[in-house]
């Protein structure tokens, strides 16, 4: 059903995250052979990246690693939603057009007909993207089903009725007829056109939702909402809320948004995060896109991936990507 559970290579049980409230330091360590980073000579300029807000923070920790090798690089990031990646990829505003979902057709033919050739696509990190309660909300976990009638007025994955009260979900006494509040993010992020497609079935979202323009606003709006339901990347997980289990299918098992069944291809709204760039093909990138991505893909760009909440990429994918750059693998 989704690209990357063909993709993810499995890591080793010492690289898991059994709970997405565990400090990710402690326990999720990058792959060994990832490559090092070798700082080059000549690397200077002005660097803009343009797109999705979820990964707004992985820029700036990225970028001022960066700047340790190279301070005469200035690093300028704009995180308003992925669908803004595109238009300034193809406007030449940005060189960098970070994304928490993949593009889509109409993108990518807007943007071929204006360079003649497609964009490439680079894998940056794993995200589990996890649906949040507020911590004293007593449920566990939720069906695509009721989830689907709880924030969508198409109910396309077939449940009965429009859940509007935590009753409804499965909760009694005084839960029991507690409205539930909506919380997602606007049209322009990626996150809310992943979370569109997948769990709602492409299915249009209740007037009822609650949207923000990014998503530590989404978990901020849960932590004050007693009665809110919001989705967002795990990276943005803080003590205020906490994340359910979803199950794709009314009888099927249902699984928290670990890391662990991220990497076991288990959870079911686990996505890439990506880069996009321009690159003519035959051609070498600028030296200091080049670097910069270089420096992703390395394994100190990976374990700043970890720091900031997400998963790291295994070394055989993050070969796949400099190969796409024209790089050693």
Not at 69 to 81: A, F, L, R, S
Not at 178 to 185: C, F, N, T
Not at 216 to 242: F, N, P, R
Request: net charge neutral; hydrophobic share 40%; glycine share 10%.
């Amino acid at each position: 059903m989704k690209n990357w559970r063909n993709q993810v290579a499995v890591l080793t049980a010492s690289a898991v995250l059994a709970s997405p409230l565990v400090t990710l330091a402690d326990t999720v360590k990058v792959d060994a052979q990832l490559p090092a980073y070798e700082k080059v000579d000549g690397i200077s300029g002005t660097l803009n990246s343009v797109g999705s807000d979820t990964m707004n923070n992985l820029l700036k920790f990225w970028g001022e690693a960066f700047k340790k090798y190279y301070p005469g690089v200035t690093i300028q990031i704009e995180g308003k939603g992925s669908s803004t990646a595109p238009p300034a990829l193809i406007a030449g505003t940005a060189q960098l057009g970070p994304m928490s979902r993949a593009m889509k057709s109409t993108e990518i033919d807007q943007f071929e007909a204006k360079y003649g050739f497609k964009p490439t696509t680079i894998r940056t990190a794993l995200d589990a993207l996890a649906v949040f309660v507020n911590k004293d909300n007593p449920i566990e976990g939720l069906t695509f089903e009721k989830l689907d009638a709880i924030f969508s007025k198409n109910r396309s994955h077939g449940y009965a009725e429009n859940i509007v009260t935590w009753g409804q979900a499965g909760l009694s006494g005084g839960w029991a007829d507690m409205p539930i509040s909506l919380y997602g993010r606007n049209s322009a992020s990626g996150t809310y056109g992943f979370f569109k497609d997948e769990a709602l079935k492409k299915g249009d979202f209740k007037d009822q939702v609650k949207e923000q323009p990014g998503s530590a606003s989404v978990v901020q709006g849960v932590t004050e909402d007693k009665g809110a339901i919001g989705y967002s990347g795990i990276g943005y997980l803080t003590s205020g809320v906490k994340t359910i289990s979803l199950a794709e299918k009314a009888d099927g098992e249902m699984y928290a948004p670990t890391f662990e069944n991220v990497v076991a291809k288990k959870y079911p709204l686990a996505r890439y995060l990506y880069i996009c760039v321009v690159k003519t093909p035959n051609e070498q990138l600028s030296p200091l896109v080049r670097e910069f991505l270089r420096f992703v893909l390395s394994r100190e760009g990976q374990e700043i991936v970890v720091k900031d909440g997400y998963l790291p990429m295994p070394a055989g994918v993050a070969a796949d990507e400099l190969r796409k750059l024209g790089l050693a693998g």
